[in-house]
């Protein structure tokens, strides 16, 4: 099978820290770029982070902006983002995605994705 699963999402209370992780099977993500989004019910996906084929990452303005690292592991075959100091407004499912290519700036469409972890932000 090729496939994308995230985990490590939870409810947790604000000021809490997580790790997502995206683990790859049936292909490999050395060389792919990938990226990591949030959805809220009722709103649009949008991008929080990217990293391209070498390990270089791209954050986006969002809720996250500048409480966020993305990483990526080629031995293990996966990616994580890890979330500082989680906020309410945080919330939401979040997914990896990869594509055929190395640079984040490319803005080509994501070919594969996970199937979401959900996070919860609340007291």
């Known amino acids: 099978q090729v496939q994308l699963v995230e985990s490590g999402g939870g409810l947790v209370q604000p000021g809490s820290s997580l790790t997502l992780t995206c683990a790859a099977s049936?292909?490999?993500?050395?060389?792919?770029?990938i990226g990591w989004f949030r959805q809220v019910p009722g709103k649009e996906r949008e991008a929080v982070a990217c990293i391209n084929g070498a390990g270089g990452p791209t954050y986006y303005t969002t809720s996250l902006t500048g409480r966020l690292t993305v990483s990526r592991d080629s031995a293990e075959n996966t990616a994580y983002l890890k979330m500082n100091d989680l906020k309410p407004e945080d919330t939401g499912t979040f997914f990896c995605?990869?594509?055929?290519?190395?640079?984040?700036?490319?803005?080509?469409?994501?070919?594969?994705w996970g199937q979401g972890t959900q996070v919860t932000v609340s007291s």
């Open positions: 049936g292909f490999t993500l050395n060389r792919n770029t």
């Open positions: 995605a990869t594509r055929d290519g190395w640079y984040c700036s490319d803005n080509k469409e994501f070919s594969h």
